[in-house]
Nanobody, 122 residues
Framework: QVQLVESGGGLVEAGGSLTLFCAVS????????MGWYHQAPGNQRELVAI????????NYADSVKGRFTISRDTAKNTVNLQMDNLKPEDTGLYYC???????????????WGQGTQVTVSS
């Protein structure tokens, strides 16, 4: 079964930086997209950034544009999120996201990491 393992979270002061890492447990035949979602306390998960396999297109939430950068290494099956100029509003759990497609059945699957905690103090 596919597992996504996140790391890199922690406690940082406002204005600081963190880098989140996500590694896939095994080779995925067909990955459609990978990304990161943020869940603040009491809120629903919201898209932070996503990068697609096709054309390596990226999309960011308006709140993080210019501050966060998503990158992916397709050979190593990893996706990173560089977070700069962190704000207290960025506090919460960050989940790695992967969407795949079965090459035989064409069924699409979504996988989530367990989440890594980011806390930004003011």
């Amino acid at each position: 079964q596919v597992q996504l393992v996140e790391s890199g979270g922690g406690l940082v002061e406002a204005g600081g930086s963190l880098t989140l890492f996500c590694a896939v447990s095994r080779r995925i035949v067909r990955i459609i997209a990978m990304g990161w979602y943020h869940q603040a306390p009491g809120n629903q998960r919201e898209l932070v950034a996503i990068i697609t396999t096709a054309a390596q297109m990226t999309n960011y939430a308006d709140s993080v544009k210019g501050r966060f950068t998503i990158s992916r290494d397709t050979a190593k099956n990893t996706v990173n999120l560089q977070m700069d100029n962190l704000k207290p509003e960025d506090t919460g759990l960050y989940y790695c996201y992967l969407q795949s497609q079965d090459p035989f059945t064409h069924e699409r699957s979504i996988y989530w990491g367990q989440g890594t905690q980011v806390t930004v103090s003011s």
